[in-house]
């Protein structure tokens, strides 16, 4: 193999960047939304809490808020991988690693929002 | 005057020292420069880049008091003392203030910094309006000193990989260069995780460029390009 070599053009990067950005802006709306909301009306009891959550409007858009967050994680750990890892093969294992990870975070996610 | 200064030759020292100079300037002593070049008539072995001692040729970038910029057209009144001096960090050091520039200057190659046009040659010269010639003000003054790629964390860490600041600025003075018609190809050649999105917006090459430009405005305008490329 050409290991002197410093191979570069994989030809992507546009849509992580700006999926990043804009995943930044559904969190920031839903913290905005949803701090808004427990101010307006506090919950006082756990099944109140529980309640709020249960609603379909803020189930989903919970739910798109963790996708958000997942997604940004993702991109923004990969770019730190990328930025102090050299080893190409240590480099794919934490990446696998932190992808394993956040698709399990997303299905726990799920059945916190849609368990009992 | 005190100076603190980074002394390093490879072939002598284990690793680089700190020699320390206290010297009387002249009444026409204004510029950090001219400090530099007086502490060379006390001791001789200290080595440095220049050449036009005004700003234009780019060679005696160098870390002052941690901020990198141009020597002479630093002034010596706006300097806390000991002025602690070092090579432009994240390259190579060749000897004492000296850096090999070759990955810098690999990097500003890669992006093809000449403007790209097959069509047929007019007979005198492929005119540009003064509008179109307006683009590239901001863009044209780079003088490729490297303070601002050498002061980029992403540069540092990715020199292989990452075009750096001073690259990328350049890359868009060519795209938005009218007479230039190669933007598809070096919108291509950009588009990667490293050559173009290692930039994470730290600003530091805005902070440090001597003469005054905005390479994260110019990155901006690469991905905003992209962008409209793309939707």
Not at chain 1, 83 to 103: E, F, I, M, S, W
Not at chain 2, 37 to 53: N, W
Not at chain 2, 84 to 113: A, C, E, N, W
Request: aromatic share 10%; charged share 20%.
């Amino acid at each position: 193999m050409a290991a002197n070599k410093v191979p570069v053009g994989a030809h992507y990067g546009l849509a992580a960047w700006l999926l990043q950005r804009l995943t930044a802006v559904i969190m920031a709306a839903y913290t905005i939304g949803l701090g808004g909301l427990l101010l307006a009306c506090p919950p006082a009891t756990h099944a109140e809490w529980h309640a709020i959550f249960t609603g379909p409007f803020l189930r989903l858009a919970t739910m798109l808020f963790f996708l958000a967050l997942l997604y940004h994680a993702w991109v923004g750990v990969r770019d730190i991988i990328m930025d102090y890892v050299k080893p190409t093969g240590l480099r794919l294992a934490l990446q696998a690693l932190v992808g394993t990870a956040l698709v399990f975070y997303l299905v726990w996610s799920v059945s916190i929002l849609w368990g009992r | 005057m005190k100076f603190r200064i980074q002394r390093y030759d490879p072939d002598r020292d284990a690793r680089p020292y700190f020699q320390d100079y206290d010297v009387s300037l002249g009444p026409a002593d204004r510029m950090l420069l001219d400090a530099l070049v007086r502490i060379k008539t006390v001791d001789d072995t200290l080595s440095l880049r220049r050449s036009c001692r005004e700003g234009v040729c780019g060679s005696d970038a160098m870390n002052i008091n941690g901020k990198n910029g141009l020597a002479c057209i630093t002034k010596i009144a706006d300097l806390r003392e000991p002025v602690v001096i070092k090579p432009l960090p994240g390259l190579p050091i060749v000897r004492d203030l000296i850096v090999d520039m070759t990955q810098f200057f690999d990097q500003y190659h890669s992006i093809r910094p000449y403007v790209v046009d097959d069509t047929p040659r007019p007979e005198r010269e492929r005119l540009q309006s003064p509008r179109d010639r307006a683009e590239l003000d901001g863009l044209y003054e780079c003088i490729l000193c490297a303070c601002c790629s050498t002061s980029c964390p992403s540069f540092w860490w990715n020199p292989d990989k990452f075009v750096g600041p001073a690259g990328l600025l350049n890359a868009y003075r060519f795209i938005a260069d009218s007479r230039d018609r190669a933007v598809n190809e070096r919108l291509d050649d950009l588009e990667d995780p490293y050559r173009l999105f290692r930039c994470h917006t730290i600003m530091n090459c805005v902070d440090v460029c001597p003469k005054g430009l905005n390479p994260t405005l110019a990155i901006g305008k690469i991905k905003e390009l992209m962008l409209r490329r793309a939707v």
